[in-house]
């Protein structure tokens, strides 16, 4: 049985590097043949970059570690509930300084439980990684749209508080190389790289034919795009 890790996103705590892991485990012979085995946290010490520890965490059928925000004395963990043609968003928080040590609490229905089985869905059609980010006053999430399959779709989503409602889907951009074998997925906005005007996006590129890769390297690379997100009327 083969079994490896994925990175998620990731926090500094003091001198330490905490990064979400997911587990996966193979289960054939092909490409995609592999399914979701668990969730832990990766610590690196700063000065060196070495692995020190990682730390499992409770069993859940969510995979954690899609995008973090810090606010208020917690770190608050997004995860998806993958079911392949669904996916959707859930909500989990813990102490700040304490991602691999403090007990989680999870998002469910409004309210907060210790239950790593009882988060709550509160968006539906993300992908397996995006981002929330404070931006123009709002909590804004961006991801590839997941409503429908192998979208070339980076959407828009904004709330008023961390935990939604999320609503206002808009298009922020299609991605221009989705086609044939090629698909796009994991947008994310990076808005400390751009302005209250003019937000930075970056998306995966890759193909279902593991040759493609090779006859063309540059397929394979990340691609970056600005966004122009000026609300009208507003003063400069």
């Known amino acids: 049985m083969q079994n490896w890790y ?8 003091g001198d330490t590097l ?3 892991l997911l587990e996966f485990v193979k289960t054939g012979t092909g490409v995609f043949d592999f399914a979701f085995a668990g969730n832990a ?9 070495s692995l020190t520890s990682i730390t499992d965490l409770p069993d859940s059928d969510v995979n954690w570690g ?3 925000y810090e606010d208020g004395g917690y770190t608050y963990v997004f995860g998806v509930e993958d079911n392949q043609a669904q996916k959707f968003a859930h909500l989990a928080r813990v102490p700040s300084g304490g991602l691999a040590t403090a007990p989680w609490e ?13 988060s709550s869905r509160i968006l539906e059609g993300v992908s397996n990684e995006f981002s929330v980010t404070r931006y123009q006053g709002k909590f804004t999430l961006v991801t590839g749209d997941a409503t429908q399959p192998l979208s070339a779709d980076v959407v828009m989503y904004r709330a008023d508080d961390l935990a939604g409602p999320y609503t206002g889907k808009t298009v922020l951009y299609s991605t ?18 751009g302005d209250r005007d003019t937000l930075l996006i970056t998306y995966n590129v890759n193909s279902f034919e593991g040759d493609d890769l ?20 507003r003063r400069r």
Request: charged share 20%; glycine share 10%.
């Open 18 to 20: 905490q990064v979400m």
């Open 176 to 193: 221009p190389e989705t086609g044939g074998n090629v698909f796009t997925y994991n947008a994310k906005a990076h808005p400390q790289l």
């Open 41 to 49: 946290v990766a610590s690196f010490d700063t000065d060196d970059m």
């Open 214 to 233: 090779y006859a063309d390297a540059h397929l394979y690379r990340p691609r970056y795009i600005d966004v122009d997100l000026e609300i009208p009327g």
């Open 6 to 13: 994925w990175f998620g996103d990731g926090t500094v705590e």
């Open 106 to 118: 999870y998002y469910a229905d409004g309210a907060w439980t210790a239950d790593p089985t009882g």
């Open 66 to 68: 899609s995008a973090i």
